[in-house]
């Protein structure tokens, strides 16, 4: 009528409510000997206190802690999938960035988005951003919506604004700036110490490869730089 073992997580798994557990430990004998289900249920979460059957309350801890982890596992997918069902096709910026997210996300991928364009005063700016650290930090939700207009920061790896000659660089979690040498602005991968050069005019090793994307209606000028960080994309 018990358990003599049990592994309280798969078990947790396998039923909705611990009455469905003593059920699963009730036989038809048992209900005919002791006059209804109901009764036998009480004699066999008695038991629980040898030891025999898991207890009321281990069941509802476990039950409850499963259903909390659950939920943190879908909060996290949503954040993993700012770009899913985005129609993007006719936004070849977004969608290029659409196209890298999971892949960034899964650290298999290192991107440095060049971005120049105007801001919310009409003032020039331009910038390069690490992808991946504002994946972390800012929601691209409204970006893939477009809701929002994705533009570079003073927070983000190099900022300049052509208007009041503001400039500012930060150090991400992937990438640091080496502004400090006569090759113009370099990049140091911080993940692999491998350099990144953004100078259009260099030439970049088979780890890192630079994209143009056409964005005029929307952009000045983006450019993408991919450093892959693991193979087998």
């Not at 991946?132 to 930090?137: D, P, V």
Request: net charge negative; glycine share 4%; proline share 1%.
């Amino acid at each position: 009528m018990a358990d003599s073992q049990f592994n309280i997580t798969e078990i947790v798994h396998q039923h909705k409510s611990y009455e469905e557990y003593l059920d699963k430990n009730i036989s038809e004998e048992d209900v005919f000997f002791l006059g209804s289900r109901e009764v036998a249920r009480q004699i066999l979460e008695m038991s629980s206190l040898r030891g025999e059957i898991i207890k009321r309350e281990e069941f509802e801890s476990a039950k409850k802690e499963m259903q909390v982890t659950r939920m943190r596992g879908q909060a996290f997918t949503t954040a993993q999938n700012a770009s899913a069902n985005a129609q993007l096709q006719d936004y070849k910026f977004l969608f290029a960035l659409a196209q890298r997210e999971e892949y960034v996300r899964e650290g298999k991928l290192a991107c440095i988005i060049f971005i120049r364009d105007k801001n919310h005063a009409g003032q020039e700016i331009s910038g390069y951003i690490d992808y991946g650290h504002r994946l972390k930090t800012d929601d691209f939700g409204q970006y893939f919506r477009r809701e929002k207009k994705l533009l570079p920061r003073s927070t983000d790896l190099s900022f300049y604004n052509w208007d009041t000659q503001f400039i500012s660089s930060q150090v991400s979690e992937n990438f640091e700036l080496m502004a400090d040498n006569e090759a113009g602005f370099l990049f140091k991968c911080r993940r692999d110490r491998k350099i990144i050069n953004v100078d259009p005019a260099a030439t970049l090793d088979e780890k890192t490869q630079r994209f143009v994307i056409d964005s005029s209606h929307e952009y000045m000028h983006v450019v993408i730089y991919d450093h892959v960080l693991r193979r087998k994309m």
